[in-house]
């Protein structure tokens, strides 16, 4: 009688079985919404070299580049709920779970790269808080991704000064951008990054803030004409991994995971000053680039003020214990 192909792979299964144990296959799936040209996808390509090398092949990684599979608003749910094992999200998707990890985008928080540097390390008091609500949700936080400062953007009118964004809509991605927009006589529009991009052409706001890092991968420079660098907030990402999946791993693939993790994560801080400056450079053959002097800075830093008590109101005393971490820095 013929064996079928299906009924061989079976007996070979318990074969393999009966003569001991084997560490079966890890395929670890990344929702990313960004191009994988971008630095973030360029530090999943990174990630997905090491753990493969390390694990002579047993971990398997695949990105889903350019919001594929889910948009940055979703991908904390698809990994929460097993849709997808791993993602690729802006911290601030977390906000309305964790409403402190917008401490982030109060105005000038973390002004220089060093505090920025300071906070995000895996040993930060800023983070271990951080990362200790974000895993309660489902999700365990495997790395933070540098992506640098915040910028404005604008089509007709150039912004240097506080008033000179009053009356506009301005496209923004978390609830604190959007107190520190009313501040200053604007009124933010939630907008996510993968949209911008129409948002902009077709006029559905005159403004909007981004990560200089991401004019030129998302072309923006094809639909805005002024780019203002301020520099008042930090964007972090971070990849995260479904816990249960995480916890049904065997302990040499999540120590290669996690080695992995610190490694790239580790080598995009390191670069992200250097990447943002050149970016500033690209984005100035095609825009016009402001840059604030210090009377502009004072300026926006008095003018946004009161962003920071609407923060702690909103984050309770999580917010209060990580802006205490971020202020001893």
């Known amino acids: 009688m013929k064996i079928t192909t299906m009924l061989r792979h079976t007996v070979l299964a318990m074969a393999l079985t009966a003569a001991g144990p084997v560490l079966a296959k890890t395929t670890l799936q990344i929702s990313l919404q960004l191009p994988i040209t971008h630095h973030l996808g360029q530090n999943l390509e990174d990630f997905k070299q090491e753990v493969e090398a390390q694990s002579d092949g047993d971990i398997e990684v695949r990105i889903f580049p350019s919001a594929q ?91 240097k000064r506080p008033e000179d964004m009053a009356g506009m809509k301005v496209r923004v991605f978390g609830k604190t951008l959007g107190e520190f927009v009313r501040a200053v006589g604007g009124a933010p529009v939630s907008i996510p990054g993968s949209e911008q991009f129409l948002a902009y052409q077709r006029g559905v706001v005159d403004a909007g803030m981004t990560g200089v890092s991401a004019v030129g991968p998302r072309k ?61 450079v690209d984005a100035s053959e095609k825009m016009n680039v402001i840059h604030l002097d210090d009377d502009d800075v004072t300026a926006w830093r008095e003018a946004t003020q009161p962003v920071l008590q609407k923060f702690l109101e909103n984050s309770g005393e999580l917010g209060q214990k990580v802006v205490d971490a971020a202020q001893s820095l």
């Open 69 to 159: 599979l889910f948009k940055d608003s979703e991908v904390h749910q698809a990994v929460t709920s097993g849709a997808v094992n791993m993602g690729v999200l802006n911290l601030t998707q977390l906000a309305g779970t964790i409403p402190a990890v917008d401490v982030f985008y109060v105005p000038f928080m973390f002004p220089t790269p060093e505090k920025v540097a300071a906070a995000t390390s895996p040993d930060s008091p800023v983070r271990e808080l951080l990362d200790a609500e974000i895993l309660k949700t489902g999700a365990r936080p495997l790395w933070w991704q540098a992506y640098g400062g915040v910028a404005l953007l604008s089509k007709e009118i150039p912004i």
């Open 220 to 280: 923006l420079y094809q639909v805005m004409n002024n780019l203002t660098v301020t520099n008042h907030a930090d964007i972090e990402f971070m990849t995260i991994i479904n816990e249960q999946f995480w916890q049904s791993l065997p302990d040499e693939h999540k120590a290669i995971i996690t080695a992995a993790a610190r490694k790239v994560e580790k080598q995009l801080r390191e670069k992200m000053q250097g990447l943002e400056q050149q970016a500033i």
